[in-house]
């Protein structure tokens, strides 16, 4: 059945920031070797993706019993 609702927003979001996060990482790793500056200014935002991803798993954790 396919699942409606804040918690399937919820899942469908945490599944998204997965591939934000490599989006984000793959420069990193890319740069790192021809500017290593532009590397060290994706690591602030590759963690507030990662705190944002902590934060929408505690979220759909706490709904999971309204499910």
Known sequence: ALAVGP???????LA????L???ILLP???FWRF???????LLPYLLWVSFAAFLNLTIVRLN???S
Do not use: C, K
């Open 7 to 13: 918690l399937a927003l919820g899942t469908w979001a």
């Open 16 to 19: 998204e920031v997965v591939f």
């Open 21 to 23: 996060w490599l989006s």
């Open 28 to 30: 990193i790793i890319v």
């Open 35 to 41: 500017a290593r500056t532009a590397s060290l200014y």
């Open 64 to 66: 999971a019993p309204f």
